[in-house]
């Protein structure tokens, strides 16, 4: 992939709260607002101005705090929903109108006729506001390709900005995302914008791929919050362009995991151990091959630096774990181990792990430590080899 700026249209205050249930209140979308232009988020996509007085209202107070970041804000494309966005203190408005023929037929009733000469009409009286203009191709995905190329040839003669291509139902895999981008990066001299829905687990996969076809701008939401499965999700999309592909988008990923814990919050979804990047586990290891490999160098199972996301990695005793890892473990408690002790322990923490499904606390690796020294060898599981003959295995 070229060296070239990628730009970040993070759009958690729009499609992320558009997860059915979440609703963020005034102060949590003004933090979050914050959050993710402090972190160098440069753009944000901030809510829908036509849903009434007070979206309105939130939408100003974000744009008072004048962030460094510029603000979109989305609407459909017809007049009502550009006049409902017209003063809101929006830099870009992104007026969306659908270009699959099942959506034209089924949702609005209207034909590809009908697409071209809105999209003629309202983008002009649009960039009369002093917004920028970006047209968002909602579905895009299911829309013949011959008319996509008119539409986006349409939207240049208008002078918008900027088309976005909406995988709406998240259909793409990463070759025909490629192509679909290509082709509309060849095909007109607009910025291109990928949106990408996660409903096969490809969002991410898709935004970077639509970033190799040409793509300048992507969509992503914190934590992958979204319509259904969700969005693609900030904190992966900007850590590949960073560690994948050595692409600069100006982001701290240091404050990636207050931002995710500050979502997390706002929306009652809480995020998964092993979400990646962001989740608590993500950087905590157990299997005794895993752990010896990190103890001789870190290199050894790190995809990811932890330090460059203000975590490290984290050792824990279980049933997979080693006895390498056991004397690592009590040597961060101040005692030594040899390697019988070890692996006696080792044989009472797999029975703690096989019982309570979960790793021991310090207080409770004390205990079987006291246990351990003042008891008879403590015999293996049912059904289990030997520590002794299983120290370093997966």
């Known amino acids: 992939m070229e060296s070239r700026k990628v730009v970040i249209n993070d759009t958690t205050l729009?499609?992320?709260?558009?997860?059915?249930?979440?609703?963020f209140n005034w102060e949590e979308k003004l933090a979050i607002a914050s959050a993710l232009a402090a972190a160098g988020v440069p753009e944000m996509e901030v809510g829908i101005p036509t849903m009434g007085p007070e979206e309105r209202e939130i939408i100003g107070a974000i744009a008072a705090l004048d962030l460094p970041s510029r603000l979109m804000v989305w609407g459909r494309m017809c007049e009502a929903d550009l006049?409902?966005?017209?003063?809101?203190?929006?830099?870009?408005v992104n007026l969306s109108i659908p270009v699959s023929d099942i959506q034209l037929r089924?949702?609005?009733?209207?034909?590809?006729?009908?697409?071209?000469?809105?999209?003629?009409?309202?983008?002009?009286?649009?960039?009369?506001?002093?917004?920028d203009v970006c047209v968002g191709a909602e579905d895009a995905?299911?829309?013949?390709?011959?008319?996509?190329?008119?539409?986006?040839?349409?939207?240049?003669?208008?002078?918008?900005?900027?088309?976005?291509?909406?995988?709406?139902?998240?259909?793409?895999?990463?070759?025909?995302?490629?192509?679909?981008?290509?082709?509309?990066?060849?095909?007109?001299?607009?910025?291109?914008?990928?949106?990408?829905?996660?409903?096969?687990?490809?969002?991410?996969?898709?935004?970077?791929?639509?970033?190799?076809?040409?793509?300048?701008?992507?969509?992503?939401?914190?934590?992958?919050?979204?319509?259904?499965?969700?969005?693609?999700?900030l904190e992966e999309t900007v850590m590949a362009l960073h560690q994948l592909y050595q692409l600069p988008t100006g982001i701290d990923v240091s404050r990636f995991g207050a931002i995710s814990e500050l979502v997390a919050k706002a929306s009652g979804r809480p995020v998964a151990p092993n979400k990646s990047i962001v989740g608590e586990a993500v950087f905590t290891h157990e299997a005794g091959i895993h752990v010896d490999g990190i103890l001789k160098n870190v290199l050894n199972y790190q995809g990811v630096n932890p330090k460059d996301l203000g975590r490290e990695h984290r050792l824990v005793l279980g049933k997979h774990s080693g006895t390498h890892g056991v004397i690592q473990r009590f040597r961060d408690l101040g005692i030594e181990l040899t390697e019988i002790a070890a692996a006696q322990l080792l044989r009472r923490i797999r029975l703690h792990a096989?019982?309570?499904?979960?790793?021991?606390?310090?207080?409770?690796?004390?205990?079987?430590?006291?246990?351990?020294?003042?008891?008879?060898?403590?015999?293996?599981?049912?059904?289990?080899?030997?520590?002794?003959?299983?120290?370093?295995?997966?």
């Open 141 to 233: 995905s299911r829309a013949d390709p011959e008319f996509l190329l008119r539409v986006a040839e349409t939207a240049q003669r208008a002078g918008a900005r900027r088309i976005r291509f909406a995988d709406t139902l998240g259909i793409l895999d990463p070759i025909a995302t490629f192509e679909r981008i290509r082709r509309l990066v060849d095909a007109v001299d607009l910025e291109v914008e990928m949106h990408a829905h996660n409903d096969f687990g490809l969002a991410t996969a898709n935004t970077l791929v639509a970033i190799q076809a040409g793509a300048s701008h992507v969509n992503t939401t914190v934590n992958g919050l979204g319509e259904r499965a969700g969005n693609a999700a």
């Open 83 to 92: 006049e409902a966005a017209t003063g809101c203190g929006a830099h870009l």
């Open 106 to 131: 089924h949702k609005v009733g209207r034909d590809r006729d009908w697409a071209i000469a809105t999209i003629s009409r309202v983008v002009p009286r649009a960039l009369a506001t002093g917004m």
């Open 354 to 394: 096989n019982q309570t499904k979960r790793a021991p606390s310090t207080a409770e690796l004390m205990s079987f430590y006291r246990e351990t020294a003042a008891s008879e060898p403590i015999p293996a599981l049912p059904g289990l080899p030997d520590a002794l003959t299983i120290r370093n295995q997966p």
């Open 14 to 23: 729009r499609d992320g709260e558009q997860t059915a249930g979440v609703a």
